[in-house]
């Protein structure tokens, strides 16, 4: 079962615009990452964050966490046509194993 | 640094056929992992090896599908036979350290459609 949910399920945003997803989980983690998938390719790492801590910046993204309310958030400023992709979070509760969730459609309009 | 390799790209197979697909991970990297994505849907992961033994594979179906690791580098999933439901893509990635959930990198997954 996978114990992550994004939200929204699809996001259509102009480029230059910012675009924000979330993701709730379930049970308590050692860490929570976010991946790009664009289509038809495998994913790509984006940034990993710990339970320890509650923001990490790279580049033009900008990852939340909120352990307390089991979310998380990934901020991508300044939109490009390169970041259409869907996006996933992925949660390790401690037993060294990823559970993703079925991600948010991003399409970015030029 | 080449990145995963899998092969085939795309393969399609009739119900009840047999399939296998290959992966080789980045040189060096202990940790291999076999994910099924179903369109639509977040990757699940299938089987996790370190080094050439299996260190999780809870969510294999073990009467259908099955996956070796010789020698600890290359590894090999099998599905026989096939079901319709078996339609997805099959990723696999590899990480440096293991088990660890430390960046993993994939490869471009196979798309298998059962008809």
């Known amino acids: 079962s996978q114990q992550g949910e994004e939200d929204p399920q699809a996001l259509s945003i102009q480029e230059g615009e910012n675009a924000t997803m979330n993701c709730s989980y379930k049970?308590?983690?050692?860490?929570l990452q976010w991946y790009r998938q664009n289509s038809g390719r495998g994913l790509v790492h984006l940034i990993l964050?710990?339970?320890?801590?509650r923001e990490k910046h790279s580049g033009r993204l900008r990852v939340t966490l909120d352990t307390s309310k089991k979310s998380s958030s990934l901020l991508i400023t300044a939109s490009r046509a390169a970041d259409t992709a869907s996006y996933f979070c992925?949660?390790?509760?401690?037993?060294?194993?990823?559970?993703f969730g079925a991600g948010t459609t991003v399409t970015v309009r030029a | 640094e080449a990145g995963v390799a899998q092969s085939p790209r795309y393969k399609i197979i009739e119900k009840r056929q047999s399939v296998a697909f290959w992966c080789n991970p980045i040189?060096?990297?202990?940790?291999l992992y076999w994910y099924q994505q179903i369109l639509g849907q977040g990757p699940k992961l299938l089987i996790q090896?370190?080094?050439?033994?299996?260190?999780?594979d809870s969510q294999l179906p073990k009467d259908r599908f099955s996956a070796e690791r010789l020698k600890g580098v290359d590894s090999t999933l099998k599905i026989q036979p096939a079901k319709l439901e078996d339609s997805a893509v099959y990723l696999c990635?590899?990480?440096?350290?293991?088990?660890?959930?430390?960046?993993?990198?994939f490869g471009p997954g196979t798309r298998l459609t059962v008809l």
């Open positions: 990635a590899s990480s440096l350290v293991g088990p660890s959930t430390d960046t993993q990198y």
């Open positions: 049970t308590s983690i050692n860490n």
């Open positions: 964050i710990r339970s320890n801590e």
């Open positions: 992925a949660t390790d509760a401690g037993d060294y194993k990823l559970s």
């Open positions: 040189s060096g990297h202990a940790t």
């Open positions: 090896f370190q080094n050439n033994g299996v260190v999780d």
